[in-house]
């Protein structure tokens, strides 16, 4: 499971950290990453995080927002700096798990989504 947290009603060229944290049947994390979708849009990759720390990152964020994980506490954050209006959307935290060391398969797990609204 998935908790995201941190979104809200904020200026444009303001900031927002959202936070995810993920938990019950973890054995190790693949990877995490922040989605968001729109209304009226289709979900778009926002960015993503390694499990060694590799991060990408959508063209449309690059430079504004960052991406960090805390692997001992299963927690990814996404930094969102000089916020525009258009990044007003439900934004939603994703990882790939290994849920055992006798699974080597991985799930996708996701969180409930947290509203960020750009607007003046």
């Known amino acids: 499971q998935l908790q995201a947290s941190g979104g809200g009603l904020v200026q444009p060229g303001g900031s927002l950290r959202l936070s995810c944290v993920a938990s019950g049947s973890i054995f190790s994390i693949n990877g995490m990453n922040w989605y968001r979708q729109a209304p009226g849009k289709q979900r778009e990759l926002v960015a993503t995080i390694s499990s060694s720390g590799s991060t990408n990152y959508a063209n449309s964020v690059k430079g504004r927002f960052t991406i960090s994980g805390d692997n001992g506490k299963n927690t990814v954050y996404l930094q969102m700096n000089s916020l525009k209006p258009e990044d007003t959307a439900v934004y939603y935290c994703?990882?790939?798990?290994?849920?055992?060391?006798?699974?080597?398969?991985?799930?996708?797990?996701w969180g409930q989504g947290t509203q960020v609204t750009v607007s003046s």
């Open positions: 994703n990882a790939e798990v290994r849920r055992s060391y006798r699974d080597s398969a991985l799930y996708a797990y």
